[in-house]
């Protein structure tokens, strides 16, 4: 089960709701539903839960580039939401090269058989595709408003949302949109 809310902060506190990302399929469409509920330059926090196995927090500030933290990677890129989040710059891999695919096809347009790129024999899902066990992402998203890396890292996927939005002050905010 799965719990997203949009944590905005405006001239009178923060504001909360609730939103469904079925329609979201990027970081880049996930930052723009965040930027339309917020306001001005102020920034909004977008929470995600995966109830007891992973968290993601994605922050936004006006025109910035989203910051984002994963609490458990592994455990998010098997999930829908969380392909949304880790990209690979957040992974450390090198992004996929769209032009990588002309060299598995002949010029025929037939398959050539071995990818040129790797080694006959040799998988394809090896480390290039592996994703780290356990947090990535920035956890100093949040220490501005009180809330340091330290505290982030030791936050669990049972309550992070919840001990987050208490934090900020807007605990009460949050329940209310759960």
């Given at each position: 089960?799965?719990f997203?809310?949009?944590?905005?902060?405006?001239e009178n506190g923060?504001e909360?709701?609730?939103?469904?990302?079925?329609d979201?399929?990027?970081?880049?469409?996930?930052?723009?539903?965040?930027?339309?509920a917020?306001s001005?330059?102020e920034p909004?926090?977008?929470?995600?839960e995966?109830?007891g196995?992973?968290?993601?927090?994605?922050?936004?500030?006006?025109?910035?580039?989203?910051?984002?933290?994963?609490?458990?990677?592994?455990?998010?890129v098997?999930?829908?939401?969380?392909?949304?989040?880790?990209?690979?710059?957040?992974l450390?891999?090198?992004?996929?090269?769209p032009?990588a695919?002309?060299?598995?096809v002949?010029?025929d347009?037939?398959?050539?058989?071995?990818?040129?790129?790797t080694?006959?024999?040799?998988?394809?899902?090896?480390?290039?595709?592996?994703?780290?066990?356990?947090?990535?992402?920035?956890?100093?998203?949040?220490?501005?408003f009180?809330?340091d890396?330290?505290?982030?890292?030791?936050?669990t996927?049972?309550?992070a949302?919840?001990e987050i939005?208490?934090?900020?002050?807007?605990g009460?905010?949050?329940?209310?949109v759960?």
């Amino acid at each position: 089960m799965y719990f997203t809310a949009l944590l905005a902060r405006t001239e009178n506190g923060w504001e909360a709701s609730d939103r469904e990302l079925d329609d979201v399929e990027t970081l880049d469409e996930l930052a723009e539903l965040a930027r339309e509920a917020g306001s001005d330059e102020e920034p909004v926090l977008v929470c995600i839960e995966q109830e007891g196995a992973w968290f993601g927090i994605v922050r936004v500030d006006g025109e910035d580039d989203p910051r984002v933290f994963v609490s458990d990677a592994a455990r998010a890129v098997r999930s829908a939401y969380g392909e949304i989040l880790l990209s690979d710059e957040l992974l450390g891999r090198e992004p996929e090269d769209p032009y990588a695919l002309d060299h598995l096809v002949d010029l025929d347009g037939t398959e050539d058989g071995t990818d040129a790129l790797t080694e006959p024999g040799k998988d394809t899902d090896d480390a290039a595709e592996a994703v780290p066990q356990g947090p990535v992402g920035d956890p100093g998203l949040m220490a501005d408003f009180g809330v340091d890396s330290a505290a982030v890292l030791s936050l669990t996927p049972d309550n992070a949302l919840a001990e987050i939005a208490d934090a900020l002050g807007c605990g009460d905010v949050l329940e209310a949109v759960r």
